[in-house]
């Protein structure tokens, strides 16, 4: 079983930048991917980043340019660096670990952007 506690979100003004992360309740060995969706009101869950245990990153379009997603594997956490922030990024952002054919969530962080 895996624990994930994001930590980091809060209000920003558009234009600005937020970086939000998540840790791992223990370590995970090979085969793991880790990353962050999101779920804007009214709207289903979307994937923003997700990054392998060999650092291999994928991204959704709208977060290419802006987002950038990290991990440290010591540390077990998994970092999201979110740049030019815009009111449409509102929403409740999840971190996620893929692990041994399992999926685990976190509890969930508020990012809000105002204008």
């Known amino acids: 079983q895996v624990q994930l506690v994001e930590s980091g979100g809060g209000l920003v003004q558009t234009g600005g930048s937020l970086k939000i992360s998540c840790t791992a309740s223990?370590?995970?060995?090979?085969?793991?991917?880790m990353g962050w969706y999101r779920q804007i009101s009214g709207k289903d869950r979307e994937l923003v980043a997700l990054?392998?245990?060999?650092?291999?990153?994928t991204y959704q379009n709208f977060a290419k340019d802006r987002f950038t997603i990290s991990r440290d594997n010591a540390k077990n956490t998994v970092d999201l660096q979110m740049n030019s922030l815009k009111p449409e990024d509102t929403g409740v952002y999840y971190c996620?670990?893929?692990?041994?054919?399992?999926?685990?969530w976190g509890q969930g962080i508020q990012v809000t952007v105002t204008s």
């Open positions: 996620q670990a893929r692990w041994l054919f399992n999926i685990y």
């Open positions: 223990r370590s995970m060995n090979s085969g793991n991917t």
């Open positions: 990054i392998d245990d060999g650092g291999t990153k």
